[in-house]
Every structure is written in structure tokens, then in C-alpha cells.
Nanobody, 126 residues
Framework: QVQLVESGGGLVQAGGSLRLTCAAS????????MSWFRQAPGKEREFVAG????????DYADSVKGRFTVSRDNAKNAVYLQMNSLKPEDTAVYYC???????????????????WGQGTQVTVSS
């Protein structure tokens, strides 16, 4: 069992930056692979970025490669999403998700993730 709480969202102008934080509870946080998803109004929830248990492996959606960076600090039970060069199309509710991995691969389907946070709104104005 793990609980996740996102923070750091807000309103930012195009070209600006935000850093999202996902704070996790649980003594076995380091055993979970973590990912960020986002959902815009009227659209399906989509994978944004993922990170392995140790932080050695990461993966990103093509739309955010080179702009977003996912990282984790297992000693602090936290995962982060640094978002730079933000675009209006990045506007969405951003969710943190956790899964207990049975493979070294970072999985992208949302139904692979057991635990979810409540989300934090990111709005990018033009």
C-alpha cells in the first residue's frame, strides 16, 4: 500500500518552467516504479514520463523529450517532474502513479499502475 500526493502545479506563461513533486507514503517506496501521466479536458489520460526503482532508467513521451526531466529521491520518498519550455498544449491535470514492477521495462498503459495521486493542474498560457 502506498499513497501519493502531487504538488507544484499552477499557471505559467509559455516558455516558462514548473517543478512537480509527488510525495509518497510507505516504507517500500524504493520497490516501486513511478510514472507521470496527464489528462486534458475531453482527452484520454496519457503517459508523460517514467522512472525505474533505482532511478537508473527513464522514459518519456515523444512530445516532452528534451523539455521534461523525471527524477526520484528514495530517501525522501519523492519523485519529481521538472518541466521546462512549457507549451500551451502541456495544459492538463498531471498525475503521479506507482506500480510494483515485474519487468525492468517502464510501462506506459495506465491500467498497469495500481496507485494514483489526486492530480495537480498545470495551465500554460500563450
Amino acid at each position: 500500500q502506498v499513497q501519493l500526493v502531487e504538488s507544484g502545479g499552477g499557471l505559467v506563461q509559455a516558455g516558462g518552467s514548473l517543478r512537480l513533486t509527488c510525495a509518497a507514503s510507505g516504507r517500500t517506496f524504493s520497490n516501486y516504479a513511478m510514472s507521470w501521466f496527464r489528462q486534458a479536458p475531453g482527452k484520454e489520460r496519457e503517459f508523460v514520463a517514467g522512472i525505474s526503482r533505482s532511478g537508473a532508467n527513464t522514459d518519456y513521451a515523444d512530445s516532452v523529450k528534451g523539455r521534461f526531466t523525471v527524477s526520484r529521491d528514495n530517501a525522501k520518498n519523492a519523485v519529481y517532474l521538472q518541466m521546462n519550455s512549457l507549451k500551451p498544449e502541456d495544459t492538463a491535470v498531471y498525475y503521479c502513479a506507482a506500480r510494483f514492477p515485474t519487468t525492468s521495462a517502464i510501462l506506459k498503459p495506465e491500467n498497469e499502475y495500481r496507485y494514483w495521486g489526486q492530480g495537480t493542474q498545470v495551465t500554460v498560457s500563450s
